[in-house]
Nanobody
């Protein structure tokens, strides 16, 4: 069973940076081909897919709202996917989730990690 645990959220001022981590268990990046996606849910809004990475070839996807500001990466030795978030804006405030899919409809939500960007 694939399990993910998000961490790294916090409170940051607009223009600042945070790095989120998604620790993955249940398969190894070196041996298996999965997609790991980052999603977020802002207050009063639906879940939004913001980025995704293939554990096999490292190909990436970014949503328009984060393109050019966020960078997704993976560490095969640690079985961890990261989301480096730069130039944060108040509208990036949300609970951030990772999941073993790039498809919003297939994602199972864990606890997530809260990101709050103050203006």
């Amino acid at each position: 069973e694939v399990q993910v645990v998000e961490s790294g959220g916090g409170l940051v001022q607009a223009g600042g940076s945070l790095r989120l981590s998604c620790a993955v268990s249940g398969f190894t990046f070196d041996g298996d081909d999965y997609d790991i996606g980052w999603f977020r849910q802002a207050p009063g809004k639906e879940h939004e897919e913001i980025s995704c990475i293939s554990t096999s070839d490292g190909s990436t996807y970014y949503g328009d709202s984060v393109k050019g500001r966020f960078t997704i990466s993976k560490n095969n030795a640690r079985n961890t996917v990261y989301l480096q978030m730069n130039s944060l804006k108040p509208e990036d405030t949300a609970v951030y989730y990772c999941a073993a899919t790039c498809d919003l409809e297939d994602a199972n939500w864990g606890q997530g990690t809260q990101v709050t960007v103050s203006s």
